[in-house]
């Protein structure tokens, strides 16, 4: 390619140098002006006896011939010289007029007889500039062939590639430098249609076992439930009933997860289905309680409304906010509630060392955790399952802290209008 610049440059420079020389000063001109102007002051003076004044101007250079007013030759300055009105185009000659009582009487042509080499410097640089021409003719029609239709067919195959396509080979394209690149991307879409096949088949497994798991979990929920149920109707002790109501209905709760987790497994949904409904917002104040198994929550109201809500979905957030407040703070919690907007706002408040600042708005990202809380277990998919399924009921989760003083999620649940 370098050499093929370095050549295409010379020829450029060739054309111009014999431009240059075709449309330069007629160097090899024989026509002087000191001598025309004699010329034509002495054949006037003596005109019509144009003989004499052409035997005072011998010795001169410059030729040329003296014609009537009828257009016949009266006089020249060499016996070889012919009237030829052609050497006006082809010599780039010139005449002068002779005028007498303001009639023209007749005229002097002068002869510029140019060099016959500048004739062949002018033909052979129209021909190397035809021979330039055709070889940048040449030269787009190699690289229509051998680059820019290699490269369009890889453009194309890799726009397929980015839209998923990887039915169509590529095939080698008649290129020597791109022939084995284009192999490449054959490979590249032989090796990504094998990845994709083993990631369906490992996907399916993966959901196989969510499915077989799932189904599993549910026999020994039902014992519990079952055990429950009748020590809440045999015994005798209100407190122990209000335990064992407790354990019932996580039990239902869990039932209802795992339920939820065998279908869509089954069905390939990539995510669990949010089904909000109006419902009274005394849901929030039984969703709490149920969450709060260890009672570190203080009295609060709940203002009456209707709310949309997915009961199942709110009590797997609740769950979710109150454990992480055990986990990470362990100190009593504070729930308020108001009207923002057209949101009933529940906030969920404790009373530990919250998190800093600048970490709050990625605290319901996936797999983030705060700086404190590397030392406790956990995955980082609580608060952003939460926030996806409080988005899922219209609704919408903020987290804010003041370091080292408390933390709070607020949960804003859409008001039936």
């Not at 007013?69 to 010599?91: C, M, P, R, W």
């Not at 409904?277 to 309680?289: D, R, T, Y």
Request: hydrophobic share 40%; charged share 30%.
């Amino acid at each position: 390619m370098k050499r093929f610049i370095a050549e295409t440059v010379c020829f450029y420079l060739l054309a111009c140098v014999l431009l240059i020389c075709l449309f330069s000063d007629d160097s090899g001109s024989k026509i002087k002006n000191a001598e025309v102007n004699d010329i034509v002051f002495t054949i006037k003076k003596y005109y019509p006896d144009v003989d004499s004044a052409i035997n005072i101007l011998q010795g001169y250079e410059t030729d040329y011939i003296v014609i009537g007013e009828d257009g016949k030759e009266v006089g020249a300055s060499g016996q070889e010289l012919v009237t030829d009105y052609n050497y006006d185009y082809i010599h780039r000659d010139y005449s002068v007029e002779i005028l007498k009582d303001g009639k023209i009487q007749g005229k002097i042509i002068f002869i510029n007889k140019e060099p016959d080499t500048r004739k062949k410097y002018q033909l052979f640089c129209v021909i190397i500039i035809m021979l330039f021409l055709l070889k940048d003719i040449l030269t787009v029609l190699y690289l229509r062939k051998n680059v820019l239709y290699p490269v369009k067919k890889i453009s194309e195959f890799a726009r397929l590639i980015s839209k998923g396509n990887l039915d169509i080979p590529v095939g080698r394209v008649d290129c020597s430098f791109l022939g084995e690149f284009s192999e490449s991307f054959d490979i590249m879409r032989e090796e990504l249609v094998y990845a994709k096949k083993k990631e369906q088949e490992a996907d399916k497994q993966r959901r196989e076992v969510i499915a077989s798991i799932s189904h599993d979990i549910k026999n020994p929920v039902a014992s519990i439930q079952a055990i429950a149920e009748y020590q809440f109707f045999t015994i005798d002790s209100k407190e122990l009933q209000q335990e064992f109501r407790t354990i019932i209905e996580k039990a239902n709760q869990i039932n209802g997860l795992v339920k939820n987790l065998h279908t869509s497994t089954i069905n390939d949904l990539e995510k669990l289905e949010v089904n909000p409904e109006a419902v009274e917002s005394s849901k929030i104040e039984k969703a709490l309680q149920q969450a709060d198994f260890k009672k570190r929550i203080e009295n609060f109201a709940i203002p009456e409304c209707l709310i949309m809500m997915d009961k199942i979905r709110f009590s797997q957030i609740t769950d979710n906010v109150v454990s992480n407040s055990y986990k990470y703070a362990d100190t009593e919690i504070e729930v308020r509630s108001y009207f923002e907007d057209n949101y009933l706002c529940v906030c969920i408040k404790d009373f530990g060392n919250g998190v800093k600042k600048e970490e709050e708005v990625f605290l319901t990202q996936k797999y983030f955790r705060g700086n404190n809380a590397k030392e406790k277990e956990g995955s980082g998919m609580g608060l952003y399952i939460a926030e996806y399924l409080m988005k899922g009921m219209g609704g919408k989760l903020i987290c804010c802290s003041k370091e080292n003083e408390w933390f709070e999620v607020k949960l804003c649940l859409a008001l039936v209008s």
